[in-house]
């Protein structure tokens, strides 16, 4: 890291570090400037001792090119990776807004509706990554941020994954921060599949829509053995506004057998998607913006899959727009009239100039056959 003129820090000599945006485990989050591109980005950078680490260095190059291909609306998009004196770094595009577990925090329950509304948000952006091969492993309302137009976007792809190449006795518990999140299997030691992720999903609506997480322990020993061993209470003893359908959904996605819930976070999502709040709680159109044509909300996922040869195209993601509904056409086409009525002022115009004209000709012609002979004097 540099110190420019400004005795602002530099990294690379092209990121300017502005502030602390927040800190992790095993990193602080900037907001910072790319100086080459003029934009607003966030940069992660990694704890010395993590960055020192030969095969951490090269498994987390590993996760954020793999994460870098990922393009879709609720991921947060990483730009660039780096290393620079002594410290790895992750850039990423920067996102306004607040981490969902600081708002769990600030606002306790959710209404039901906004609740899966985000959550819906959160399974488009997993389910585009699980399409493209990659689990992300650490889903957890610290990884989700929401913009104040209540867009949600998901962080830290392959990082948890990158963490497993270092030796146990290297990391502590407090790298792998929150394992009131993870599935039974991750709480066994076992590779996690996209299941693991729903599994994650489904503690953070648990969390959302109850107030209160479905497993608590102060030691991570008892948590990952309730993960695996406990049914959590049910949610709709927690929160009666919790329709019965959406229960059930639930409990299945806490599953402890990863087969007993749903495959993808796409089909979480899609089963969401009717309990899902409004578009009245996402972003308003703004006045210039064209009428989108989709319906009321768009549950997960319409992106593909990122394209398995980098650098290959890929068509741009649908945006999860709120939607208005479609002006009435009929109501103004009953207005307009389909034919000119007969006897609009403008052809009575323009028939009583035709007629001026032709009556006003007739001496003129008559005369002119007449010189012509071809009609004789009266
Ligand atoms: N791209 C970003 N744009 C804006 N703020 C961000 C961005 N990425 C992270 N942050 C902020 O930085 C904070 C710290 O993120 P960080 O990932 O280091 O911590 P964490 O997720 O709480 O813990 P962990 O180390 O387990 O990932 C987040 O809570 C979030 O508020
Ligand atoms: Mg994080």
Same mark, same amino acid.
């Given at each position: ?177 929150? $394992?009131?999140?993870?599935? /039974?299997? !991750?709480? +066994?030691?076992? &590779? %996690?599949? =996209? @299941? ?90 703004? $006045?210039?913006?064209?009428? /989108?044509? !989709?319906? +009321?909300?768009? &549950? %997960?996922? =319409? @992106? ?75």
């Amino acid at each position: 890291m540099e110190r420019n003129t400004a005795d602002t820090p530099m990294l690379s000599n092209r990121y300017k570090l502005l502030q602390t945006l927040g800190a992790g485990g095993m990193a602080v989050v900037y907001r910072a400037q790319d100086m080459m591109l003029e934009r607003p980005v966030a940069i992660k950078l990694l704890r010395q001792d993590y960055s020192g680490n030969h095969g951490f260095r090269n498994q987390f190059r590993l996760e954020a090119k793999a994460a870098a291909n990922l393009s879709h609306p609720n991921i947060v998009t990483v730009h660039d990776f780096g290393f620079d004196a002594g410290r790895l770094f992750i850039v990423m595009e920067f996102v306004p807004g607040k981490d969902l577990k600081t708002l769990i925090k600030e606002r306790g329950r959710f209404p039901v509706a906004e609740a899966v509304n985000l959550i819906a948000q959160a399974c488009a952006g997993i389910g585009y990554a699980h399409r493209a091969g990659i689990v992300h492993c650490d889903v957890k309302p610290h990884n989700m941020i929401v913009t104040p137009d209540k867009r949600l976007k998901v962080t830290d792809f392959g990082i948890a994954r990158a963490l497993t190449s270092i030796n146990p006795d290297e990391h502590s518990n407090e790298v792998w921060g929150s $394992p009131q999140y993870f599935s /039974p299997e !991750q709480a +066994a030691g076992l &590779a %996690p599949s =996209p @299941a693991s992720d729903v599994y994650s999903l489904g503690v953070v609506l648990y969390e959302m829509l109850t107030g209160q997480l479905p497993f608590t322990a102060t030691d991570a020993q008892e948590l990952a053995r309730q993960h695996r061993e406990v049914r959590p209470v049910p949610p709709r003893r927690l929160n009666r506004e919790i329709a019965p359908e959406l229960e059930q959904i639930l409990l299945k996605v806490l599953s402890k057998e990863p087969a007993q819930r749903y495959r993808s976070a796409d089909q979480l999502g899609r089963l969401l998607a009717p309990f899902a709040g409004t578009p009245e709680m996402l972003q308003p159109i703004p $006045p210039e913006a064209p009428r /989108p044509q !989709q319906p +009321a909300y768009q &549950a %997960p996922a =319409p @992106a593909q899959p990122p394209a398995a040869r980098p650098g290959s195209y890929q068509p741009p993601p649908q945006p999860q727009q709120p939607i208005e509904e479609p002006a009435a056409p009929a109501a103004e086409a009953a207005a307009e009239p389909l034919l000119p009525p007969l006897l609009s002022p403008d052809i009575i115009i323009l028939t009583i100039i035709a007629v001026v004209l032709w009556v006003g000709m007739l001496p003129f012609g008559a005369y002119v056959l007449l010189r012509l002979g071809i009609i004789g004097a009266p």
